[in-house]
């Protein structure tokens, strides 16, 4: 059974940082791709930023340059390290993973990713 567990999330002042965590297990997390996303009231969820297996990432325009995302894979671990924080990244935070994934593969797309974890709040005050 594959369950991700998100941690990390909290209430910060505009400009602060936070890492998010997102612990995988009953997934081979080898050849597994996995990715962040973010749910704020009233919209929908968005891909926030994404690793492929050769580590290949990418990001949603409106965190580039203030987010960054990794893996330990030795700790089957997900990581999103987020800096200079905004009001605007207030949301539920999100990880999700998918199976048998080529090495290049990313996205970003919600549709493509069929395990979510349950989320964690980060809150963001100006």
């Known amino acids: 059974q594959v369950q991700l567990v998100e941690s990390g999330g909290a209430s910060v002042q505009s400009g602060g940082a936070l890492r998010l965590s997102c612990a995988a297990s009953g997934i081979a997390y080898g050849t597994s791709c996995m990715g962040w996303f973010r749910q704020a009231p009233g919209k929908e969820r968005e891909g926030v930023a994404t690793?492929?297996?050769?580590?290949?990432?990418d990001y949603a325009d409106s965190v580039k340059g203030r987010f960054t995302i990794y893996q330990d894979n030795a700790k089957n671990t997900l990581y999103l390290q987020m800096n200079s924080l905004e009001p605007e990244d207030t949301a539920t935070y999100y990880c999700?993973?998918?199976?048998?994934?080529?090495?290049?593969?990313?996205?970003?797309?919600?549709?493509?990713?069929?395990?979510w974890g349950q989320g964690t709040q980060v809150t963001v005050s100006s």
């Open positions: 690793i492929a297996r050769n580590g290949i990432t």
């Open positions: 999700a993973a998918r199976r048998y994934c080529s090495a290049d593969y990313y996205s970003l797309s919600t549709g493509d990713y069929a395990y």
